[in-house]
């Protein structure tokens, strides 16, 4: 396993994907019961994520960059547990949400496995989620059904635009304990034709003796466990925010599995993030 560590500040792009990545778990008890609760909050931060190239690769890389913090409570548009996203409707036992998420992916162009391959890029996912409470007075607690399609966008690298879409349905638990919140998140993927042989296909132009052609499919894309921890600290009027997550992906029994591309079938990713609240 190769280890990459960070060496340059994240370009824009990647900055973006960082923020999206990490505002969930910084985030997370945004919908405590708390009487009052200002609409906007500013903050200025450090944020640090490590995982694989993709899944199915051996080498890891980390990354470390400056983050900006921000919180918007609109009544449409929100930027809380779920990250950025927008309420169509919503009731204690039912939600309809427009949702994004994202993946951190910079310096393929170093992968051995991609050799002479185009580079991947980061990803930026949005769409809509149909989200079930299952028990809980709302979904701030307890255990509740995301069933979300996701359209998947590629960012900062030659072949950039929509690279395919996935469907994520997941249970997802969230709980508070004394000054922490804690989530927890099973899910399993189904991805598109194209999603697949973006990270998976080798067309003929790039097969070498170590790397056969391969043609990706659609289908079942594997399973993974999410854990996040996340605090807020208050001391004589300064606030700060502590986020940690650790993510664990299974891709055995899944057709991916037969590409050169993919020599592991499992992978573990986590990020870390802190943050001071300036207004």
Same mark, same amino acid.
């Given at each position: ?22 505002? &969930? %778990? ?25 995982? &694989? ?12 960059? &400056?983050?900006?913090?921000?919180? =918007?409570?609109?009544? =449409? ?18 939600? %309809? ?83 922490? #919140? ?15 042989? =973006? =990270? *998976? ?31 807020? %600290? ?5 606030? #700060? ?6 993510? *664990? ?10 590409? &050169? ?19």
């Amino acid at each position: 396993m190769k280890v990459s560590l960070f060496e340059r500040h994240l370009p824009g792009v990647q900055l973006l994907i960082l923020i999206l990545l990490l505002a &969930p %778990f910084v985030q997370a008890d945004e919908d405590s019961d708390k009487p009052q609760q200002k609409n906007w909050e500013l903050g200025l931060g450090l944020g640090a994520v490590a995982g &694989p190239d993709y899944r199915g690769s051996d080498e890891y890389r980390s990354f470390i960059s &400056p983050i900006p913090y921000f919180i =918007y409570r609109g009544k =449409y548009i929100r930027s809380d547990r779920e990250g950025v996203r927008g309420n169509f409707f919503r009731t204690d036992q039912y939600e %309809f949400t427009l949702s994004a998420s994202a993946s951190i992916t910079p310096e393929t162009d170093k992968s051995t496995l991609r050799e002479g391959m185009p580079e991947l890029g980061s990803t930026f996912e949005l769409g809509p989620s149909f989200n079930i409470n299952l028990s809980g007075d709302d979904f701030s607690r307890g255990w509740h059904l995301q069933l979300p399609w996701r359209a998947v966008f590629a960012l900062g690298a030659e072949e950039s635009g929509y690279i395919g879409s996935i469907i994520q349905p997941q249970l997802v638990y969230r709980t508070r304990f004394s000054e922490w #919140t804690f989530s927890y998140r099973a899910g399993i993927t189904y991805a598109s034709n194209d999603y697949h042989n =973006y =990270y *998976y296909s080798v067309v003929p132009e790039y097969v070498t003796a170590e790397r056969p052609e391969f043609r990706a499919k659609a289908g079942y894309s594997g399973w993974n466990n999410n854990f996040s921890l996340s605090r807020r %600290f208050s001391h004589q009027g300064f606030q #700060t925010r502590f986020a940690f997550f650790i993510r *664990y992906d299974n891709i055995e029994h899944t057709d991916i599995t037969d590409s &050169p591309l993919v020599v592991e079938d499992h992978s573990v990713r986590g990020g870390i993030a802190l943050i001071w609240v300036i207004k």
